[in-house]
C-alpha cells in the first residue's frame, strides 16, 4: 500500500516533514490525505490534497503550522509540519481516494492506506 514515513521524536516547537509514497498503486489521478491517531483516540483527519495539488485542505488544529503538497511526477505527498507541539503526538497515516471534498478528511472516504510513521513531540 502507501508508504509513510519521516516521522520521529521531536521538541515542542520543531519541525518535521512526512512523506508518501503513492508510486506502488499508480494513485496519480487519487487524492491523498494525510491522517493520525493518538493512543486512546479515534483516528483523525489532518489534510488533504486533490489529485492536481491545486486544491488543499487543514483541519484547524494545524491550520497555518502544517503544509500539505505532492509531487505528481516523483509520486510523492509531503506534509511539512512546524511549530509541533505535544498534542500532535500520534501516528501519522496517508491514504488515497478517488474524489477530493474540500474539507477535513474523513477515514471513511479513504480507500487506500499505508502504515503509519510515530511522530512524538516531547521535550
Known amino acids: 500500500q502507501l508508504q509513510a514515513s519521516g516521522g520521529g521524536l521531536v521538541q515542542p516547537g520543531g519541525s518535521l516533514r512526512l512523506s508518501c509514497d503513492i508510486s506502488?498503486?499508480?494513485?496519480?489521478?487519487?487524492?491523498v490525505g494525510w491522517f493520525r491517531q493518538a493512543p486512546g483516540k479515534e483516528r483523525e483527519g489532518v489534510s488533504c490534497i486533490s489529485a492536481t495539488g491545486l486544491s488543499t485542505h487543514y483541519a484547524d488544529s494545524v491550520k497555518a503550522r502544517f503544509t500539505i503538497s505532492r509531487d505528481n511526477a516523483k509520486k510523492m505527498v509531503y506534509l511539512q509540519m512546524n511549530y509541533l507541539r505535544r498534542e500532535d503526538t500520534a501516528v501519522y497515516y496517508c491514504a488515497a481516494s478517488r474524489y477530493y471534498r474540500d474539507d477535513v478528511p474523513l477515514v471513511r472516504e479513504y480507500d487506500f492506506w499505508g502504515q503509519g510513521t510515530q511522530v512524538t513531540v516531547s521535550s
Open positions: 506502488r498503486f499508480n494513485l496519480d489521478n487519487y487524492a
